[in-house]
């Protein structure tokens, strides 16, 4: 009974936002395309109509490439469909479920806001940079892809690592890398947030609780694979799913198209220059500015550790370094679909509206929007369409991004002296 009259004080305290919320949820199922992105959206009718006649168990006895998680969202929608008929007629309402994980997103990015902003209606106006942002939604309501669901369980990682509480930031990091495995390109951040955190509360019995939340919630993501004895194929997926596009960029307008002309998807990343594959390059680049990424957080790490010294760095800036990441892995590898960038979003986001900088993440959600458009054209851009260089201009659009959250990050001040 208490946690019902708990449940009902937190709705009658913020009523405004769940009505505004719900009304915006519902004005996007109203306006539900039932189209998308022709081969994810071909992808999830077979591999939902598969579940349906044969389990979620044999998953991967289909030529499913997507990891455990996922799998079973389509069972479940597949489930409630109850009929092959249905499913092919309804697909497009799978988009629902990846709707309500980016308002569950939303929901926690107000939680953050809420220890930032103290006027309720503020908090509100703000907050539909997130709601209303076409970058934000184009993905889930038009396109039909998933990045959305990572970017929630990863943002929400992120909160409970803030919040310090180690458990559910990191059951929330292991939902992220069971539905997505470029997710473990986070860890850097939340492990640096986390472990001084883990060391100054180490005893046998957190350690125990950590493993053991990690490992059951594991064991049971695996287990229905695991009772038809198809494990071995789950792992061969996700050992596939390196390497699995062997091409410079998969409509990824970023640093490579500086360098090549024509369509990136028909180069190997196998090309060498001097001696070393782009592939390499790539990496070799993501993992040189991650490491600039990631120096302040690093550093906080190893007072903390070593020199039992209390320094932290801003909330502002931690965020900006979640940004970074997803944004340098898109940038510089090669592989990489358009959609790698979503999950920088949020973070971008919350930055801009606590910093009241909006900058930054104006030209992230423009150069998101601006490759995601161009592949799909839904919007029927004409001037844009029509435009030669958009490539070229999509990754100078994120370079100045990226940029300008280097610049915050270090508190870069240019300092320009006129000589008389």
């Not at 039932?34 to 006649?53: I, N, R």
């Not at 998933?146 to 970017?151: A, N, T």
């Not at 929400?156 to 310090?164: D, G, H, P």
């Not at 004895?229 to 500086?258: E, H, Q, T």
């Amino acid at each position: 009974m208490s946690a019902l009259k708990n449940l009902l004080k937190t709705i009658a305290a913020n009523k405004e936002f769940i009505v505004i919320y719900l009304l915006l949820y519902t004005t996007y199922i109203i306006i539900l395309p039932k189209d998308g992105h022709g081969a994810d959206t071909f992808c999830w009718k077979e591999w939902t109509k598969y579940l349906f006649s044969n389990g979620l168990g044999n998953a991967y006895k289909s030529w499913t490439d997507y990891l455990p998680l996922y799998q079973y969202f389509l069972w479940v929608f597949g489930y409630f469909q109850g009929s092959i008929e249905k499913i092919e007629q309804n697909i497009y309402l799978l988009k629902m479920i990846t709707i309500a994980f980016e308002f569950v997103g939303g929901f926690y990015l107000i939680k953050f806001l809420k220890e930032k902003i103290d006027n309720r209606y503020e908090l509100i106006v703000y907050s539909m940079f997130y709601f209303l942002n076409i970058a934000i939604f184009y993905n889930s309501v038009i396109w039909g892809q998933i990045d959305g669901i990572l970017s929630t369980f990863l943002f929400i990682s992120f909160y409970y690592a803030l919040k310090e509480k180690i458990t559910l930031s990191l059951v929330f990091l292991l939902l992220a890398i069971n539905l997505k495995l470029q997710a473990i390109i986070f860890i850097p951040v939340l492990g640096l947030m986390l472990l001084p955190l883990m060391i100054k509360r180490f005893s046998l019995k957190n350690l125990s609780l950590w493993a053991g939340s990690v490992l059951i919630i594991q064991l049971l993501i695996l287990l229905p694979f695991i009772i038809k004895d198809d494990i071995s194929r789950v792992l061969s997926v996700i050992v596939g799913s390196f390497g699995k596009y062997p091409v410079i960029s998969m409509n990824a307008y970023n640093f490579w198209f500086w360098f090549f002309k024509g369509s990136l998807m028909q180069i190997p990343d196998s090309t060498k220059y001097l001696g070393v594959t782009c592939k390499h390059w790539g990496l070799i680049i993501f993992f040189l500015t991650s490491f600039v990424a990631l120096f302040p957080l690093i550093k906080m790490a190893y007072l903390k550790i070593v020199k039992r010294s209390e320094e932290f760095i801003s909330v502002e800036k931690i965020l900006l370094i979640s940004s970074l990441i997803p944004l340098l892995f898109f940038f510089f590898n090669t592989q990489m679909h358009e959609r790698y960038s979503h999950p920088a979003l949020i973070f971008i986001i919350a930055y801009s509206i606590i910093s009241k900088n909006f900058f930054p993440s104006a030209i992230i959600c423009l150069a998101y929007l601006l490759n995601m458009e161009d592949v799909l054209r839904y919007l029927h851009l004409e001037w844009y369409n029509s435009f030669i260089f958009k490539r070229h201009l999509v990754a100078i659009i994120y370079s100045i991004g990226i940029i300008s959250i280097y610049i915050k990050l270090y508190d870069i001040r240019l300092n320009l002296k006129l000589s008389s």
